[in-house]
């Protein structure tokens, strides 16, 4: 199941990075391992941007390890491992991950986080059911592609019993910061 995931996510982040020069469709995923799709329809905004005074978390997602609230012109997708995908007229805004948390190495949280992205802020945050933080990361494409974007993230990394991190992901090109905050606060277990 681990190595499914960490090849998922590999994938994932090759795919993101353009590092293949191949946008990641959203049908490319394995369809037997997607055991809940919604569509969205006719969403308001063509961009994807999300103003604080129409943000509302009303669809709740809940999976057999945890359930976690998104607004509801969102749509997204779950595989069995847990994962989830968080989009905005099908493109991918964000997403969780539920991965094994190594306590014993010097920067746990730091091997978590995507190639080629670097930390431009790093806090623990209050207000949480268990130990969180709060990573915000610029991701750059490799040399290789002469691809000049940059994206930037947020990473909410909350903490179970020192043996498991949910990563709750967003970007914050597309989604506001107190949202984004909004969203990993109404993750429960």
């Not at 993101?16 to 020069?21: D, N, T, W």
């Not at 809940?36 to 129409?54: F, L, M, P, V, W």
Request: aromatic share 12%; charged share 25%; with cysteine.
């Amino acid at each position: 199941m681990r190595k499914i995931l960490l090849i998922l996510c590999i994938c994932y982040t090759c795919f993101q990075l353009g590092a293949c020069k191949v946008k990641f469709p959203n049908d490319a995923l394995n369809q037997e391992q997607i055991t809940n799709t919604q569509d969205e329809e006719n969403s308001n905004n063509k961009k994807g941007n999300i103003e604080q005074s129409d943000f509302n978390i009303e669809q709740e997602i809940r999976t057999p390890y945890y359930s976690i609230s998104i607004p509801e012109d969102w749509s997204y997708k779950e595989l069995e491992t847990g994962t989830l995908y968080f989009m905005i007229e099908n493109e991918e805004v964000g997403g969780l991950y539920i991965q094994s948390y190594y306590s014993d190495n010097s920067d746990p949280l730091k091997r978590l986080l995507p190639n080629h992205s670097e930390i431009i802020e790093s806090k623990k945050l209050d207000g949480f059911f268990t130990e969180a933080h709060k990573i915000k990361i610029i991701i750059s494409p490799p040399a290789a592609s002469k691809d000049i974007r940059t994206e930037n993230w947020t990473y909410i990394f909350l903490i179970k019993d020192k043996t498991t991190v949910y990563e709750v992901f967003l970007n914050t090109d597309l989604i506001d910061e107190n949202d984004i905050l909004t969203i990993a606060k109404s993750f429960r277990l």
